[in-house]
C-alpha cells in the first residue's frame, strides 16, 4: 500500500504475550524484543507508528514486564507520549487489554479512535490510511483473502457478523441461525481502530476476554466494519520460531 497522508493518533501495541512459540528467545526476554534483521518487533512497530504519525502510543506489558518497560522508555520517551499498560498480575488477552488501557484513550480533553497493532505482525499496511478511514464507524478491522484456520464473516456493507474456526468448524455469531455460506470471510489482519464509544461498551465485559469476542458479541448494538485491504498487501505472523529468518527477508523485502 502507498504511504498515506500522515495524521496525528493514538495507537497502542499489544505486546505483552508470552510469546511460548518463540521460545527458546522468549525464556531470556519478552517477544516484543526478540529481533528481526538485529530490529526489534517493538523498534519495527513504533517507527511505523511514529512515521505514521501517531505521536500517542500506549505498550501493553506482562512477560519480562520491567525489560519491556524500561527499553520502551528510555528509547522512545522524547519522540512520542508513551504510556506503559501493566498487566504484569495477569494477562488480559486483547479485549482486556484494551479495557484496562482505556484511562490512556478516554481520560482526555478529546478522546479519539485507537489503532491497535499486534507486534508480532510485519506488514505493508497503510496505517494512516486505515486510521483515516475509521469514521462513522465503532470499530474498522484491516481484512483481506488471504490462507488462515479463520476467518470474521461479514454482510454485503461489510458489516461484521460472524466467525469460523475452519479447522473445527466452531462459528461465533450474535445472530441467531447463522450460516457461514449466506457471508463472505475474510482473514483478520490483527490491525484494527476502535473508537471511544466501543470502548466505553467494555463496561460489563470482565478483566479478560477477547477482543474479537468482543466484535462479534457486540456487533448488534455497535457498527463493526472490515476494511479490505489492496491487492499488493503482504503480511507476515512473526509468531513461531522457524519464521525468524524468512521475517528477516520479509522486512528487507517491505524496505526495499
Known amino acids: 500500500m502507498a504511504d498515506g497522508t500522515k495524521v496525528a493518533a493514538r495507537a497502542m501495541i499489544l505486546a505483552a504475550g508470552m ?7 522468549t525464556d531470556r526476554m519478552p517477544k516484543a524484543l526478540v529481533p528481526v534483521n538485529g530490529q526489534p518487533l517493538i523498534d519495527i512497530q513504533m517507527e511505523k507508528l511514529l512515521s505514521a504519525g501517531f505521536s500517542d502510543i500506549t505498550v501493553n506489558v506482562h512477560h519480562f514486564a520491567d525489560m519491556l518497560e524500561d527499553y520502551v522508555l528510555t528509547h522512545y520517551s522524547d519522540k512520542a507520549n508513551v504510556h506503559i499498560s501493566s498487566e504484569r498480575e495477569k494477562l488480559l488477552n486483547t479485549g482486556g487489554a484494551l479495557k484496562r ?3 490512556y484513550f478516554l481520560d482526555c480533553d478529546d478522546p479519539s479512535p485507537v489503532l491497535v497493532h499486534n507486534v508480532d505482525i510485519l506488514s505493508n499496511a497503510d496505517l494512516s490510511a486505515l486510521y483515516s478511514n475509521a469514521v462513522g464507524v465503532d470499530a474498522l478491522l484491516l481484512v483481506s483473502k488471504r490462507n488462515s484456520s479463520r476467518g470474521l464473516f461479514f454482510d454485503k456493507d461489510m458489516r461484521l457478523v460472524g466467525w469460523q474456526n475452519f479447522k473445527t468448524g466452531e462459528t461465533k455469531s450474535s445472530i441467531a441461525g447463522f450460516r457461514p455460506e449466506d457471508y463472505v470471510s475474510y482473514a483478520f ?27 462479534i458479541q457486540e456487533a448488534v448494538h455497535l457498527n463493526i466494519c472490515g476494511c479490505v485491504a489492496s ?13 525468524i529468518d524468512e521475517a528477516g527477508k520479509f522486512l528487507s523485502s517491505l524496505n526495499s
Do not use: N
Open 231 to 243: 491487492a499488493d498487501f503482504r503480511l507476515l505472523d512473526v509468531g513461531k520460531i522457524d519464521v
Open 189 to 215: 489482519s490483527g490491525i484494527h481502530v476502535i473508537a471511544p464509544r466501543a470502548l466505553e461498551s467494555m463496561d460489563h465485559w470482565g478483566d479478560e476476554f477477547s477482543i474479537i469476542d468482543f466484535y
Open 101 to 103: 488501557a482505556r484511562k
Open 19 to 25: 510469546g511460548t512459540r518463540l521460545r527458546p528467545l
